[in-house]
């Protein structure tokens, strides 16, 4: 966006003391005073800024429903929302984990109920960069081949009319609809052993690999403003 003639971007950093953390209490109030009145959109960048902003209701945040917002920051709960509407991996909400082979205990452990246990997926990972549009979605898809501390480091930029590239298109089309999603959005894919990619995130933000997006030719912030 920094390139874009007619587009000033406002960026703000917690490290450097400009605005408090997302996970502080005064976090939305500050931006609200801040810029408000003063810029046409908001953009939150991490899911603690997206869960302030859309609990305060700020304006000119770009981001869809409350409820939906809620939903995605919980695996759990997106799972859950999600079953029958795409395939979503085998899961459950805390449990106990023991070894196959063994006694006494040994390398058995408990799992808390705010983590998710979810199925091995071996096949491969998928992330769909997309800005939306009050349920009206444009993307890209691509591969995440190397990947480092949760960000896509190379990928593949995947064809309009590759396969997989069409299935998962498909989905997030019909996820935008039914939720109304709005602003930007990384949705994450992982392949099971029968092939069928299994949706793994929903984020209401643009993922860390969404530079490659933009290196293939799509600057998909951009479309957003």
């Known amino acids: 966006l920094r390139d874009q003639d007619d587009v000033v971007v406002i960026g703000v950093d917690a490290s450097r003391g400009e605005v408090p953390h997302g996970l502080d209490r005064g976090y939305a109030d500050r931006i609200i ?12 960048c991490s899911d603690p800024e997206i869960l302030a ?11 869809p429903p409350r409820d939906v917002v809620f939903t995605c920051s919980d695996k759990a709960a997106l799972y ?20 196959r082979r ?13 983590h998710v246990i979810c199925e091995t997926l071996p096949g491969p990972e998928y992330s ?9 979605a444009v993307m ?4 995440r081949d190397v990947v480092m501390r949760g960000i896509c480091r190379r990928g593949l930029v995947l064809s309009d009319d590759n396969p997989v590239a069409e299935t998962l298109a498909m989905l997030v089309r019909a996820l935008a609809s039914l939720w109304r999603l709005h602003g930007p959005a990384c949705i ?7 092939g069928v990619p299994r949706l ?12 490659i997006s933009a290196a293939a030719g799509v600057n998909l912030p951009r479309l957003l403003v």
């Open 33 to 44: 005073k801040a810029f408000a009145d003063s810029v046409d959109h908001i953009l939150p």
């Open 140 to 143: 890209v898809v691509r591969r």
């Open 188 to 194: 994450q894919f992982k392949t099971h052993r029968d």
């Open 53 to 63: 902003l859309a609990s305060a209701e700020v304006g000119k945040v770009v981001l």
């Open 200 to 211: 793994t995130d929903l984020n209401l933000r643009f993922g860390g690999g969404v530079t």
């Open 128 to 136: 769909v960069d997309a800005v939306c549009w009050h349920g009206r």
């Open 80 to 99: 859950k929302a999600l079953t029958g509407v795409v395939v979503v991996p085998c899961h459950m909400v805390g449990g106990f984990v023991k070894p």
């Open 102 to 114: 063994g006694s006494g205990g040994k390398g058995a452990y408990a799992v808390a109920e705010d």
